[in-house]
């Protein structure tokens, strides 16, 4: 603990703007202690707590191998190029660290030799490929959209038989990880290794999984399979490349995904015309013909690069042939099968509808296993996450126990936010969704105004969103989810004054906007699970009747909580979140959602919320409506001088 405190004491003299938080030291002893000790934690880290710091100090402290997992790519380059950047710099100890992503993300030396086509975009990326010393996408200021056709992918890659392995960049990224202390991955390539039988990550003794509420749905995922129209496409592609006469086969391809009448409207079951026209289509591909003229020409191939692509293609067209099967059987008992429509093509899915025996296989690889996020806990406990990952007890319970440690945000809800819960509107369930929809835009209206924009509305549904988007009236700028992808929407709404974002799934969690910028948070429905999603459907249809305590409900509380947590992200932040489903107010287990929440003044009325933003001290920006002929970017400049 010693050297826990005089790290600590180190953060403490040299961070900017550093501020003591008991929270991070109670959060940081805790880490450290599981991982001197080879145990298991869940801890529960309010907004503000630091938890980054607090799990990074005592990994470095430890001196064993530690991979970290987080949610997206955003963060993975926040730990890397901030945080741990930061510590190597203010430590006395001496460790290393390096982010591995999917091999989906690096240029494929192999791939690109296949591919070209005469645009201007594959021009630019000719050009930077010839350049590029890394080979990582992040690099492209634009991602083409043949980026899938020239990047990694694993069923192509016969990794140290490939003749480009020894120039290859993610194997050569890759191979320099051997002798880092920190790894920092994301949850789809953890679970990717996991998958692998863990042939992906290099051998390390701790892992520490933030943004852990995720970890179910990523296993659910990761250990389902998708059978696409791209898929089959790249292969006919390469197989024609490889003299192998398929040209008869794009018409009926064609026709089996993109024939309208099969397009479903909405994700649902797969239908037993679709499963009958796939068994004709597989007959017409005669995959195991394919396999067998492959296998005759591999050792007749005259180069390296012959050889190896007719290998991998083998490989390529096994595991097709296996995702085919699998769709005409559905036999697998643990998952659930699915059709939906991508840009009007149809796509077959399947799902993992229980991970627990995945999760447990992950963490028995690691000695130590440390599982955080702001949201881990329903009403209170962590029985929720536990139940869905079969965690069955806490420690020293040597199987599946975790200690558990629940550590509040250090920011004053009661000072810095108010909560208004609408008691007027409809109930939005089934029977008055439309009159539900209809009323709701003249409260999101009324609540922007009061806050002077400044707003982000989340829905449950693209529907709902689209209503408001069409029928709101407003004089702040507003952007609805869909216009511009995720990334630029946040851009936009940082760099615009007084904006209103109007969002759904994505913008639930994840986003970060500190101080006066974001003011209001509006939670239209209690994000209840969608019925007819297969996965939630048929996790429901086990449950029997414990499906609503034991699922809908602690699954609507997290999801509730990460999108009330978009709200105060620092001590000054101040500001309103607004739940227009009066069920919170109405029903008994309202009740139960709303105590899950942080303790602060609850109003009914839009004119108390008017008057806790009058009550703000007026910035420039803020008070500054963005009424005719003032821009939203003259408004922002208003804030600069
Ligand atoms: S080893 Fe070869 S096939 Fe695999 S990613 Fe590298 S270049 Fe591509």
């Not at 901030?82 to 982010?99: E, G, H, V």
């Not at 309208?260 to 679709?274: A, N, V």
């Amino acid at each position: 603990m010693n050297d826990l405190k005089s790290a600590l004491n180190i953060l403490k003299k040299e961070f900017p703007d550093f501020e003591h938080r008991p929270q991070q030291v109670e959060m940081a002893e805790a880490v450290f202690s599981c991982l001197q000790n080879n145990e298991r934690l869940l801890v529960e880290a309010g907004t503000g707590v630091g938890k980054s710091f607090a799990y990074l100090i005592p990994a470095i402290l430890s001196d064993k191998k530690t991979i970290i997992s987080t949610a997206t790519i955003a963060l993975q380059d926040q730990l890397i190029n901030k945080d741990l950047t930061f510590l190597r710099k203010i430590l006395p100890q001496q460790f290393s660290f390096a982010m591995l992503k999917g091999k989906n993300n690096y240029l494929c030396l192999k791939r690109e030799r296949e591919f070209s086509e005469l645009s201007e975009s594959f021009m630019r990326f000719r050009e930077w490929a010839s350049e590029t010393e890394t080979g990582d996408k992040d690099e492209l200021s634009f991602i083409p959209d043949f980026w899938t056709k020239v990047c990694g992918d694993s069923n192509d890659c016969n990794t140290a038989q490939c003749p480009f392995y020894s120039d290859c960049f993610y194997y050569r990224h890759f191979r320099s990880l051997y002798k880092k202390d920190i790894i920092v991955v994301n949850h789809y390539l953890l679970m990717y290794d996991l998958l692998s039988g863990f042939n992906i990550l290099p051998f390390h003794e701790q892992l520490i999984i933030d943004e852990a509420h995720q970890t179910e749905n990523v296993i659910s995922h990761v250990f389902g399979s998708v059978l696409s129209y791209q898929h089959v496409m790249w292969l006919l592609y390469r197989l024609r490349g490889l003299k192998i006469a398929v040209d008869h086969l794009f018409a009926p391809v064609d026709s089996f995904f993109k024939t309208p009448l099969s397009l479903p409207k909405t994700i649902s079951p797969i239908r037993d015309e679709i499963i009958e026209r796939l068994k004709d289509l597989k007959a017409q591909l005669a995959l195991d013909k394919v396999i067998h003229r492959l296998d005759g020409q591999k050792d007749s191939a005259d180069s390296d690069e012959l050889r190896d692509r007719t290998v991998t293609t083998i490989t390529y067209v096994m595991s097709l042939e296996a995702i085919i099967d699998d769709f005409i059987m559905q036999d697998d008992r643990n998952k659930v099968y699915y059709m939906t429509d991508n840009k009007k093509t149809l796509e077959l899915k399947s799902n993992l509808v229980e991970s627990q025996k995945s999760f447990q296989d992950l963490i028995c690889a690691y000695e130590s296993v440390i599982m955080t996020s702001a949201t881990l806990t329903a009403a209170g406990d962590f029985n929720f996450i536990k139940a869905r990952l079969g965690i069955t007890g806490s420690l020293p319970d040597p199987g599946t126990g975790f200690n558990e440690m629940i550590i509040g945000s250090p920011f004053n809800y009661r000072k810095q936010a108010l909560l208004y819960l609408d008691r007027e509107l409809p109930v939005p369930d089934r029977a008055n969704n439309e009159i539900f929809q209809q009323k709701s835009v003249k409260v999101i209206e009324s609540l922007i105004n009061a806050s002077n924009g400044r707003s982000l509305v989340l829905f449950s549904s693209y529907s709902h969103l689209r209503y408001v988007s069409e029928n709101i009236t407003t004089d702040y700028p507003f952007k609805s989810q869909g216009e511009m992808p995720p990334a630029r929407l946040i851009k936009w709404f940082k760099m615009t004054g007084n904006p209103v974002l109007l969002a759904t799934a994505t913008f639930w969690q994840g986003i970060d906007i500190k101080g006066d910028d974001l003011s209001l948070v509006v939670l239209v429905k209690i994000p209840f699970g969608t019925p007819g999603e297969p996965v939630y459907d048929e996790r429901c249809r086990r449950l029997g009747d414990r499906w609503f305590n034991d699922l809908a409900l602690p699954s609507a509380i997290l999801q509730l909580r990460q999108g009330f947590g978009r709200l105060i992200r620092s001590a000054d932040d101040r500001g309103v979140v607004a739940i227009l489903d009066k069920r919170l107010v109405t029903s008994s287990y309202g009740r139960t959602i709303v105590s899950s929440l942080p303790e602060m003044d609850i109003v009914h009325r839009v004119e108390e919320v008017k008057r806790f933003f009058d009550s703000m001290p007026q910035k420039e920006n803020v008070s500054c409506h963005v009424g005719a002929g003032l821009k939203p970017a003259l408004t922002k400049k208003i804030k600069s001088i």
